[in-house]
């Protein structure tokens, strides 16, 4: 039961206890006039205390300006001031805690969609699921000039029924074969392509295509197999002549380093390091780009619709 020090009163400390619903569970002065401090200590009991200290706070004594009941009033506005203060920072501390718990969480959601759903690696492994072709392969070929039509191209590649500005819903309906993973911006599908497992994935950006992504070949994904530098850029040459014949020949750049005298050369010799080919159909961009800066290549395609496209769905 806390107790307060008087001040200006025959009384010398007032002790009290608010019980938990706030009201005055027990009072009684040390000193003072025996008959004022005992009666209102029996008149204050039962009562709100915040009421108590209203009624009381201000009653004077004389000319002292004070009085035993005052002193009780300021002392149960002390003990009310400290306990909000107590339960304010209490209540404070859960609630910051439990924000940036949400604003963390928010922001790693976000980091790993925007961020890692386009690089395949950070997909979980299904060794269950089955491939699906979604390309006509006779010789193979995966990308037939022969396929293009006037009322599609320029298209994304998939299905033939897929446009750029199509919705999720559309896309999968086009496609007709269950998504490997889906989230709000991407549909993610497993491919079989000239006989090499593939990703291909397709971005939304406010429920509409804008790009879609084939990926080959990405160290450390755990479904896509590693290939040798030699077998990725076999790959990256068959892949390359089909997409000439469809868009016509690529702007090519190529990236060297040099070769380490450990690798049996003259530091003056050069490595490919990486290859890109571009091509523009249209309001349309597509990117094939082969990394061999480790020793374990990676190998996309990007295909993206321009801004002209985006204005419009075809």
Known sequence: MPTYPCTGTCSRSVSFDIAPDGTLAACSFEGGCPGNTGGVAKLVVGRPAAEVAALLKGTPCGRRGTSCPDQLARAIESELAKRNRQGGFSYVIPVALLLAVAVFAFVVYRYQ????????????????????????????????????????????????DVRWEASPSEVRAAEGIPPFRTSPT?????????????????????????????????????????????????????????????????????????????????????????????????????????????????????????????????
């Open 186 to 314: 991407a549909i993610v599908y497993s491919l079989d392509v000239l006989n090499q497992p593939c990703m291909m994935t397709y971005f939304f950006r406010r429920e509409r295509l804008y790009g879609v992504q084939f990926q080959f070949a990405s160290p450390g994904s755990g479904f896509l197999p590693d290939l040798t530098p030699q077998q990725a850029r076999k790959l990256y040459d068959r892949l390359k002549g089909q997409l000439d014949a469809r868009y016509g020949d690529a702007v090519e750049t190529t990236s060297s380093h040099p070769r380490s005298e450990g690798e049996g050369a003259t530091p003056a010799d050069t490595v490919v390091s990486r290859l890109l080919s571009q091509w523009t159909s249209g309001p349309m961009a597509v990117t094939m780009v082969l990394d061999l800066s480790t020793p374990a290549p990676s190998l996309e395609i990007r295909y993206k619709a321009t801004p002209a496209r985006r204005g419009a769905r075809g």
């Open 113 to 160: 969609l925007v961020q890692h759903l386009p690089g395949i690696s950070e997909l979980p492994v299904k060794p269950d699921i089955p491939v699906f072709a979604a390309f006509p392969d006779a010789e193979p070929c995966v990308f037939p000039a022969a396929d293009a039509r006037p009322d599609l191209a320029p298209s994304p590649p998939g299905s033939g």
